[in-house]
């Protein structure tokens, strides 16, 4: 071989050799996914027990993750009533500015039957958007969900499609309603499972739960009244109330002779938000009112059985991971939790029984910042995942160390090979040997 095509291929050898050694992928445990013990959390914590209800159905969940902590036909198909007006109302917030003025149509009002609660507003009278909210939610006026439902979507019929689309994108999968405001119709129904998926939605608009905690409203002066006061339907927001629950935060009550009494009720105690739905409640035997009953019931057993509880802490330390090509001082890289994470579990849950899942970002190396995202963790909590990014604890830097012990190895062997290639080359003739012949004597 010509000594040219041996240098080419000698300086080939070295570029290989040098992106090998540059490219190798950082192993060790970082690319490993971690995981601990299975136990599942049990859903009811107190041997199953069940609660003597006057409804028909209900359920409790946690307001945060939708948990149902306690139920009693929750999916099954009923009669809402007024407590369909919390979907209309977010529909509105979500529509519509608080400051709009909407002027009331002749057909709007009008379009409700005698019997059902009203704030008699009068054909072409105009309200805010706030105003009318108010008298909605509060007094539970049945002709404003129809002045509501002409104006965002031009009809009832209209409205109402737009309702339905709105409790399937919610995952709601037992209701259809017909009217904005729960006035009876065989084919408007609902589960109390589904409600608590609704209010549960509107419980995150600020707005929303300003209206449903007020005890009472005041509406200005139009050209059709004077100024009109209205008190709250939700006996449970009340402090005159029998049924007063101190810590009861609204939502809507509801009732028709066919749905009978309903109520959807939110209440926060040490930090733990849960909503109740009951439908189709009965007075209990000495004439009180089951629906509040059976709310603050099913309120003080999910205060008595469950805690909210914080599972992992903001920046506490997951795990440590080691760097290879990373300096000595920096190789050790504590990986942190971006967010805190808490999750509704049983009073006297063990935490260490909580599964959960480390997946760190493939072929981590340096360098690194300070706060970089480096994987995720999973928890799964009886069936309801929790996420949270991984961060990288403080800067890793690139160690130079193995490229320089790369660069002096290929040196030494550069010069070997040059020096094996242009030393002269010693010339060997081969010795001829002749046959001697003996003589034979």
Do not use: W
């Amino acid at each position: 071989m010509k000594i040219q095509n041996k240098i080419a291929l000698i300086i080939i050898s070295i570029i290989l050799l040098i992106n090998t050694c540059m490219c190798t992928k950082v192993q060790a445990d970082q690319t490993l996914t971690t995981s601990n013990t299975s136990t599942v959390i049990s859903s009811k914590s107190d041997s199953d027990m069940t609660l003597d209800l006057y409804s028909e159905a209900a359920v409790l969940i946690d307001s945060k993750t939708g948990k149902i902590l306690y139920g009693k036909n929750e999916k099954e198909k009923m009669y809402p009533a007024s407590t369909t007006k919390v979907l209309t109302a977010i529909l509105a917030l979500e529509k519509c500015k608080l400051t709009d003025k909407i002027t009331a149509s002749y057909d709007a009002v009008m379009s409700i039957p005698a019997g059902y609660s009203n704030a008699a507003i009068q054909p072409g009278e105009t309200l805010t958007v706030q105003e009318l909210l108010d008298m909605f939610l509060i007094h539970s006026a049945n002709e404003i969900g129809f002045i509501l439902a002409e104006h965002i979507s031009g009809s009832v019929e209209e409205f109402s499609n737009l309702m339905n689309q709105k409790v399937a994108e919610l995952g709601c999968t037992g209701t259809h309603f017909t009217n904005p405001s729960g006035i009876h119709d065989n084919d408007h129904y609902s589960t109390a499972y589904d409600m608590a998926l609704i209010a549960r939605y509107c419980m995150e608009n600020d707005e929303f739960r300003k209206i449903v905690s007020k005890k009472s409203c005041t509406i200005a002066p139009t050209e059709k009244y004077q100024e009109r006061y209205f008190v709250n339907t939700n006996d449970m927001i009340k402090p005159s109330s029998q049924y007063y629950y101190q810590y009861a935060i609204g939502i809507k009550t509801g009732y028709t002779s066919q749905a009978k009494n309903c109520l959807i009720s939110a209440s926060l105690k040490d930090n733990l938000e849960l909503i109740a739905v009951v439908l189709g409640a009965q007075s209990t035997d000495t004439g009180k009112s089951g629906r509040y009953i059976d709310t603050i019931n099913l309120f003080e057993y999910g205060y008595s059985n469950y805690k909210m509880q914080e599972i992992a802490t903001k920046n506490s330390v997951i795990q440590e991971i080691t760097i290879q090509n990373a300096t000595k001082e920096t190789k050790n890289l504590p990986i942190l939790l971006k967010d805190s994470i808490s999750s509704v579990v049983p009073i006297g849950f063990d935490l260490n029984n909580i599964n959960y899942n480390i997946q760190l970002n493939e072929n981590i190396s340096a360098p690194i910042s300070e706060g970089s995202v480096v994987g995720k963790i999973t928890y799964n909590i009886d069936g309801i995942v929790y996420t949270s990014e991984l961060l990288a604890g403080h800067n890793v830097e690139k160690s130079n160390l193995p490229i320089l012990i790369v660069q002096i190895v290929l040196a030494v062997l550069v010069l070997f090979i040059l020096a094996k290639l242009l030393s002269p080359k010693k010339n060997y003739k081969k010795k001829k040997y002749k046959k001697s012949k003996k003589k034979i004597i």
